[in-house]
């Protein structure tokens, strides 16, 4: 079996949980999801009451209350050609919370927008998406407000364990939606690709470029014109993945970035 191979449908996609707060991004991030994932998974749109919103009163309002509601129905309904979605609203802090979400509904994949707040009855998610990032127990989608192309799959590969699983994923969802898939190999970094494995291992059907420049500066620029970018995982946490080129990437990319743990 060749690196990246997957002999099933990956798992990254069976329970899906998005954070939605009603911004632009989170907004876009549901609609990612519920685009990539298969017809047989399970989406949860979960969002968040803060604490101070609670103490503010403003969960009490009835006119915003309803809006809502309105736009979470709204929200459903633009999905559903997709996918469909269910809502789970919640109480408390929006990271702990979002957390218990995960571990409840035994996520396999959380989508999240990159920044973004709304008051809108009291829903104020904040930017999660670099706790989630750092904490989360599972794979991670992260979407911007904008950007994004009709193009390719891009999955960057550097030989390690983490980024054979991303190619598996990345496989499996090319093959699935009909995309093209571009495998890029970054040589600029302080750590480049070890000697563990040779560029033929990856399948002659392949199309691999491989980059001079550190990984960050090849990935971002590649998304450009990608339709989703697939980082593996280091499974580094807390103050440890703030230097990770996942979390670099994901923050600057310019199309939809899954993090594959």
Do not use: K
Not at 102 to 108: K, N, Q, S, V
Not at 111 to 116: C, E, M, T
């Amino acid at each position: 079996m060749m690196i990246g191979e997957v002999s099933s449908h990956s798992t990254v996609w069976d329970r899906v949980v998005c954070a939605v707060d009603l911004t632009p991004a989170s907004v876009r991030a549901a609609r990612e999801a519920a685009q990539l994932m298969p017809a047989a998974a399970q989406l949860i749109l979960c969002t968040v009451a803060s604490p101070e919103a609670i103490e503010g009163g403003v969960l009490l309002d009835p006119p915003l209350i309803g809006e809502a509601q309105v736009a979470f129905e709204q929200l459903q309904a633009d999905l559903a050609p997709f996918h469909e979605a269910e809502v789970h609203m919640r109480e408390g802090p929006p990271v702990s919370r979002l957390q218990d979400e995960l571990r409840a509904d035994r996520a396999t994949l959380v989508a999240v927008g990159s920044h973004g707040r709304s008051r809108a009855a009291g829903i104020m998610l904040g930017s999660v998406a670099t706790a989630m990032l750092h904490e989360a127990p599972c794979s991670v989608l992260i979407a911007h407000p904008e950007g994004g192309a009709d193009g390719e799959v891009v999955v960057g590969f550097d030989g390690s364990g983490g980024a054979g699983r991303a190619l598996g994923v990345a496989r499996e969802l090319a093959g699935r939606l009909l995309l093209g898939l571009r495998v890029i190999v970054a040589a600029g970094d302080a750590h480049p690709p070890g000697p563990g494995w040779a560029l033929e291992e990856l399948g002659a059907e392949l199309a691999v470029t491989e980059d001079p420049r550190p990984a960050v500066e090849a990935l971002v620029d590649a998304s450009a014109s990608a339709r989703l970018l697939i980082l593996g995982s280091r499974h580094l946490r807390g103050a440890m993945a703030i230097s990770s080129v996942s979390e670099r990437t994901a923050h600057r990319a310019g199309c939809p970035v899954l993090v594959v743990r």
